[in-house]
């Protein structure tokens, strides 16, 4: 309601904000607040009672005339700060008989209250904007989907088969006895085998599931705008989903622009010692390992001689305030020493390592680095991976900087990149001699390495992308296999998967299939950034508590014995009780002393 | 691709539907056939048997110039039939080396074998078509709820608690000992929570579950087109209805019209026996009370004294070739005996009740029903819950007589109903002292009858309503309770349940509650029937057979007892086996045999 609806005759349906000694209220409905003013004289006495008694946070219907509020009186602070609605008649039409909190002081409240009582904690501004915000966008791309491009959306089943390797799938028990569905991380095999099916342009706003136990900011079950298309290539994916950003970005927050930079992995790991830079500030890392070669410090030559062996290091600007701070964090959340260096202003290097460095590795390093006075460089020699807890540095170096009140991170800026070219398969961790995939074991092998597959499959580059958004990733995608023997290999030869779990889909690339590719965005996470929210609990209507708990209601929650016998299973005996039934299956006409 | 095109350079991706002697072959894309000719030069030698050894449903890609058909060659039952594209170039993108079935075939095998390759099914005309009218359709019905009517698309999780006797619902293990989530049938209890928390207008493309075990044409997931608004009535929400299928409409289906017309439960039990009538033909049942409140039969006599006794009838028109499998239906299918007339030509009636009725009596009843020769009615005599039978009985003579090639329910019109005035409680089955909700307990009485909800619960209607399509019910809403003491009455003191699983609910209605209502739409049964698919299975991506299995991954399926360590549960052990083990309890420390 504006100016332009002075006279008229309205009702409004909603909750009391607040009221003032019966003279007036602020009446909150969907669409904001609206002072609504009570009526003092004798015949409206009612409907002064009526307003007057009625708790803050009652549900009250009004209707009276929309009239300009007094000079002087306007807030123009308001969207509705021009008028007020002079009350003929009022009803409550649920009066509310408890509040732990206040709305509007909610946001303010401890997270676990908040989910205690979600119900009234969206009622608050930022959450009903969340929401609405995330159901915009999501309809703007669907439109670009759906309407512009020819998308078909299409839903694929959640309860499905285990998939190899799906360790963090949840279960789901079938009436059949021992049988279970699973929840799907994703609908990667359906997407594929809709792909094969001459479902050329397929997309879904799918719900996944990953039970990964107790993970801050992690949700059991999630949501992807989830995409794959018949005879693409990545350049075509990547610009599907520059043009889809393009078109469902909220006015309010700026055009973005296509097409979005792209990085290698290899590059994105030596500049910013991370898959996923924030390229909204400087401070990349530096090779200074050509300054170290001829310096004589054991640990550092050990280092640099090493086949990947570097000295690398970043320059912090201003760092040195927060020098103690940054070496502090260093050692308690990346376990890890890194040397350092502080040019001071008079222009000599103060350090551990300035008495081995002569002037002349001095002014190359402080050359090469860019340091000015002030400045503090952080050091870090190894193996090429040591040097990611530069990476980690660099983000926390923001963190002290910016808590100092500088900017080094716009808020209003969204700096998306495509990182490209990652290796294919990784060594595993518990066992460097056998590979795992980097993504999934459907993604096709980059082009130019193809032949690697066969000989030296850990050297091979694949065509996933991901896509990152001011340091988050906010989307992965590849183009897939789309030959029988090229997955079967992978699967049965590379990896050592039972390919038998995947026999439907192996047989399926038999029948004609089409080439492919396809990606899916985290949307829980787009949204979060988009709106700003400092966590995606912020964008979901009734989250999980860390711990994977609604706090509501209180799920998950004991079910009875009985609930269970329909799916054939129990809770689990003890270890104890389990070794001594398991044993019983021996001795079984045993005489029992009863 | 049409004439416009002839003389453009094209390329095309798609697959071998057939290939003649190397001189021609069809290609299938997602948008049809084309006509693909193969060069027979010597300088396309290449083409020419790239494309002669492949095996049809081979992928290909061609490019070529499209060149009108030779006068005489075109197909007009093709869209593309005007032209053909002469090719210059092939490559086989991936060639197709098995295949169970011909594509074209495929909708004629069995369902299983259907099911089994569905990646080979979803290439069918029928499943493309199927598909894509589900995308285009929920589509427009996103742009007018979102778009049109201000609602917000907000997603709500599937991981939640058991809600009160929720024996349909599938349970999902966690890592905490002995919790379960469960997966919900509806968000019925986030719908009312959203309104509580001030999202006004809600609505969701939910993915709900539900397990009842083996039942044809269920699924264990589907899919509800989900709403809710506050401040409404029970038309506001059907004129919502009404207009949201009205624009999602597809155009080739015809206009509907609206308002849809409305029924009681009540009208539609004693007219059609049945809640969800098939209103697309006659054949109403008739009360014949009173013509045979004084004919001497003692069964009739005996039925027509009862407190809800009646003798009701349908008249079949026609019936009397068919009479003999109508009577076996009744008998086979709904265990029941039915009495008869049959009027014969000569205008006298056979009937083993002919000669207790009175001449006058014979007329009445041929005036009730406007029998004509050779019609057949049906009787049933005995309470009013007995006379459904003759609800089945119609629908069942209508599939007689159309098997017969009469046309009784044309397959071009859609019939929609709203049935309203449902009772708000049902009397158990197992327990008729006691009450259930007939749909479910959120449900509000009707406000005509509010009063009676202390006094005579079993005696309430309520505010349920259901939208029915061609007979069969598509959807289903009420007006909710929003007041925190008449919830609590339902819940504890008519359907004697433990409030306590609903306590965050009952909490929240104390909160300021707005007064809301909502429907829910079945979305793969109404898609089933706007594309006139025999089975909803038809208008699914990736169905699961009736008994919940889904037979191209073979899921459920065993997993490992490892697998199954982190949720604490375990395959149940036989009967015989549970007992030893709690047996084993109480002597502790049983000294064992080995």
Not at 257 to 282: H, I, N, Q, V
Not at 472 to 489: L, M, P, T, V
Not at 507 to 533: F, S, Y
Request: contains cysteine.
């Amino acid at each position: 309601m504006r100016s332009a609806h002075v006279g008229q005759e309205v009702t409004l349906c909603g909750w009391i904000q607040y009221q003032r000694q019966g003279l007036f209220l602020v009446l909150r409905d969907f669409q904001g607040l609206t002072q609504i003013i009570i009526p003092q004289d004798e015949a409206h006495s009612h409907v002064k009672k009526v307003l007057y008694d009625a708790p803050v946070e009652s549900v009250v219907r009004v209707t009276g005339t929309v009239t300009s509020r007094p000079p002087g009186q306007k807030n123009p602070r308001m969207p509705t700060g021009d008028i007020e609605v002079k009350v003929k008649t009022a009803e409550v039409l649920n009066s509310c008989k408890k509040l732990p909190f206040e709305i509007k002081d909610f946001i303010k409240k401890s997270e676990a209250l908040r989910m205690q009582y979600r119900y009234l904690d969206l009622r608050s501004f930022q959450m009903q904007h969340n929401l609405r915000l995330r159901s915009q966008m999501v309809m703007k791309m669907r439109e670009y989907l759906c309407n512009l491009h020819g998308f078909v959306d299409v839903e694929t089943p959640t309860l499905f088969k285990r998939t190899p390797g799906g360790a963090k799938e949840f279960v789901v028990p079938s009436r059949e006895p021992g049988k279970f569905y699973c929840l799907p991380q994703s609908p990667q095999q359906f997407k594929q085998l809709l792909m094969i099916g001459g479902l050329d342009r397929y997309f879904q706003v799918a719900r996944c599931y990953r039970d990964e136990g107790s993970k801050p900011d992690r949700q059991p079950e999630f949501t992807q705008i989830d995409i794959e298309m018949s005879f693409v290539d990545q350049a075509g994916i990547q610009r599907l989903i520059e043009g889809l950003l393009q078109y469902s970005w909220p006015n309010e927050r700026g055009p973005i622009t296509t097409p979005f930079p792209s990085m290698s992995y290899a590059e994105a790991l030596a500049e910013y010692g991370t898959d996923k830079p924030d390229t909204r500030f400087g401070m990349k890392i530096i090779d200074v390992s050509d300054v170290f070669r001829s310096v004589e410090i054991g640990f550092v030559q050990n280092a640099v001689n090493k086949p990947q062996g570097t000295v690398k290091a970043i320059c912090i600007p201003q760092g040195a305030v927060n020098f103690e701070a940054l070496k502090e964090s260093a050692k308690s959340q990346f376990n890890q020493e890194v040397l350092h260096l502080i040019l001071k202003p008079d222009e000599s290097l103060k350090s551990p390592l300035s008495k081995f460095l002569s002037e002349e590795q001095q002014s190359e390093l402080i050359q090469a680095l860019k340091v000015q006075a002030d400045d503090v460089v952080l050091l870090a020699a190894g193996e090429h991976e040591k040097c990611l807890v530069l990476g980690n540095m660099r983000l926390e170096s923001a963190n002290l900087l910016e808590l100092r009140g500088l900017v080094l991170r716009d808020p209003t800026a969204f700096h998306f990149l495509w990182v490209v070219d990652f290796p294919l398969f990784l060594h595993k961790e518990e066992n460097p001699a056998e590979l795992e995939s980097a993504h999934h074991p459907f993604t096709a092998p980059h082009p130019s390495d193809t032949s690697l597959l066969y000989s030296e499959p850990a050297k091979i580059r694949s065509q996933h992308y991901d896509l990152v958004l001011n340091g988050s990733e906010i989307g992965g995608g590849s183009i897939r296999i789309h030959n029988a023997e090229q997955q079967r290999f992978v699967l049965e030869t590379v990896l050592k998967e039972d390919p038998e779990l995947l026999s439907h889909l192996l047989e399926a690339l038999k029948c004609g299939a089409p080439p492919h590719g396809g990606i899916a965005l985290g949307l829980d996470r787009l949204i979060c950034l988009v709106a700003g929210a400092p966590s995606i609990r912020d964008v979901i209507a009734f989250p999980k508590s860390f711990k994977g708990r609604d706090l509501m209601s209180n799920a998950p929650d004991y079910i009875t014995p009985e609930e269970l016998e329909p799916y054939h299973i129990q809770v689990a005996c003890n270890r104890f009780f389990v070794s001594i039934s398991c044993f019983l299956k021996i001795p079984f006409s045993l005489h029992m002393p009863i």
